[in-house]
């Protein structure tokens, strides 16, 4: 099946630093790549739909400005959390959806597990 | 309104019995697609299921079925022959107009399988 990579599946950092996170469909393009983020015993919550070449849609009460994404190619889409604090630790999940073939499901990335000091 | 339901946070079945997770979910559109995610310990969501709103068969795959009951609005997973690997949470989720960007996404069932 379908397989959607993430690095690093875990990052500890200090308040105030920036993390990136990498999201990458590794056997089909991605025209549109999903961030989502989920507290413990929680489901997903969508934070920003990004489609190739243009600028992130965030859902309501997400910071755009704190959390940067780019969708810089079909396989690759990046979130930056900028200036880190604890409460950004979090579970975060991308997923991707294809092009023709794959356009009916959305494929998930094993996560990464920040962890804010 | 909650677009999408599971009323069992948690669940038991004994190995190699069957059981049925509930999702119902709730849409005004015509076309809508319906998933089934398990999400082990590790975190990662894995895809098991897909049953579009015009598809006039229930969806298989291996040990999965979804019932879907399109008048009752309900999508429910049926897992048969349990076995220890299926112990995880399982989300259930919609997606309203066949390309259509928002993912909504059940509460979660935890589902322990018992030897």
């Known amino acids: 099946g379908a397989v959607v990579s993430q690095h690093p599946s875990r990052v500890i950092c200090k308040s105030g630093t920036s993390v990136k996170i990498e999201c990458r469909s590794l056997d089909f393009q991605a025209t549109t790549m999903f961030w989502y983020r989920q507290f413990p015993k929680q489901s997903l919550m969508l934070m920003a739909t990004s489609n190739e070449g243009s600028k992130a849609t965030y859902e309501q009460g997400v910071e755009k400005d704190k959390f940067l994404i780019n969708h810089a190619s079909l396989t690759l889409s990046t979130l930056t959390v900028t200036s880190a604090h604890p409460e950004d630790s979090s579970f975060y999940i991308c997923?991707?959806?294809?092009?023709?073939?794959?356009?009916?499901?959305?494929?998930f990335g094993p996560g990464t597990r920040l962890t804010v000091l | 309104a909650q677009k999408i339901t599971q009323t069992q946070p948690g669940m038991f079945v004994q190995e190699k019995e069957a059981v049925t997770l509930d999702c119902t979910y709730d849409?005004?559109?015509?076309?809508?697609?319906l998933f089934w995610y398990k999400q082990p310990s590790s975190g990662e969501m894995i895809f098991l299921i897909y049953q579009g709103s015009y598809d006039e068969q229930n969806a298989t795959e291996g040990r999965y079925s979804l019932n879907f009951q399109k008048a009752r609005k309900s999508a429910n997973l049926v897992i048969s022959a349990s076995q220890l690997g299926d112990s995880a949470m399982y989300f259930c989720a919609m997606r309203e107009a066949f390309y259509g960007n928002q993912f909504y996404f059940g509460t979660g069932t935890s589902l322990t399988v018992i030897p």
């Open positions: 849409t005004s559109d015509q076309s809508y697609g």
């Open positions: 997923s991707a959806r294809g092009v023709s073939g794959r356009s009916n499901t959305q494929y």
